[in-house]
């Protein structure tokens, strides 16, 4: 079930009246109502891979118990945390990246002259959200190992945090510190939460259907089509990519993060305009927080980190942003994706500057950015945007193709629109965008931030005519990162 499809415009209502005008108070009656929709919600695409949820579910459940019941005994509790790392991995292993290592098996030894007919390569079907919620239930695990976190004895209240179905197909990869005890404790009807979700839900919505999708044609066609295209129509892909990913995925964000606040739930920050970013560390800091901040939490730190010696943690980094690439798909663009970033951050670190923007926002204290930071956010977008040549294209011959005819054919020639809209509405449009997120760039969770209640309320009207405007019925509206 799409969050942008009628399916959920019907799903969602009827789970909120239901969820606080008849269960009411009952804590656990909503808990049942929030799994049995959540597994309704996923089976939707393909219910024999609910059984891969539950049980990654029931096997971290039982680990976690575990791990605790064997406390002062390190060595069992080690033994225990391997049970829920190897059988999530396995799951990823198996469904995500089997075929690509026998594909890549089979390359190899031909590289060496020997030909091998592929016949160890399986029909293998994609569950939608296996990297997320595999990543939910281990870090579950690793957090009590940790002893950051205490079990849950209530299986329905961890299943439900395990499948809490506005972010369990695309994020954000939730911590069992922040998610687990909001399903544990009592929650209360908010107004002004309930208020500030539907508003978030409308962003998205309108990020999703109008910035993303509204281009989605543009890059489809030119990507496809590079080969026959000059550099100048395909700096314009590129770029124009990085906007479809960023209001695709960001826009899924901003819906499961307003979704979950309709039932009082808060859950972390996704997004933090990442294209106001001054260089690479930055950047991380601000895009897909969740993941970033699992990979720092869970296997940076754990390699020591940046308080090693320094070609250790250069090592660390490169670790780091490799199995990012390779989290993406089983692809070799990704991991050449994750290399680039890798060698993106290193100078960054090695001048001591990758934590400096941590704690404030380019133009903190102006109302326009300097004419340094300027600058450095247009050679951040450039080299994030480049990168995103390995993210988007079907292969490494295609990336490597792409890059080549950037920079062997400089001749100019005006692009058309696939469609035959006029490509100048579409510049227009995100200008305005740029410098509306620009405006909020301080609260990612408020994206209309007027006082006047008039210009509120012509502000969603705009937004809604636009997504109407730019709506196309015949567009395949499922989201980029439902592939990962």
Known sequence: MLFNSLEYFIFLPIMFLLYWF???KGLRLQNVLVLVGSYFFYGLWDWRFLFLIIASTVVDYFVGIMIHRNEGDRPKQKLWLWVSIIFNISLLGFFKYYNFFVDSFIDLFEVMGYSIKSTWTL??????GISFYTFQTMSYSMDIYYKRIKPCHDFLSFATFVAFFPQLVAGPIERASNLLHQITNKRTFNYDQIVSGLKLILWGLFKKLVIADGIAPIVDDIFLN???YPAS????GVTLFSFQVYGDFSGYSDIAIGTAKLFGVE?????KFPNFSRNVAEYWQRWHISLSTWFRHYVYIPLGGSRVSQGRAIRNICIIFLVSGFWHGANWTFIFWGGFHALAYIPVFLMGRNTIYKDNVVGENSLFPSLTELGQLVLTFGIVTFSRIF???ESLTDSFNFIRRIFSDFSYAPYEH???YRMLDYFILLAVFVLYEYRIRRDERNPF??????????AYTLVIFTMLLFYDSGFDRSFIYFQF
């Open 418 to 420: 696939p469609n035959g």
């Open 123 to 128: 029909k293998i079907i994609l569950p939608v």
């Open 22 to 24: 008849v269960l009411g």
């Open 449 to 458: 931030q007027f006082k006047s209640k008039a210009v509120r309320f012509l």
């Open 233 to 236: 129509t395909l700096i314009l």
């Open 391 to 393: 993210f988007r294209s």
């Open 267 to 271: 859950l972390m920050s996704n997004f």
């Open 226 to 228: 590079h080969e026959t």
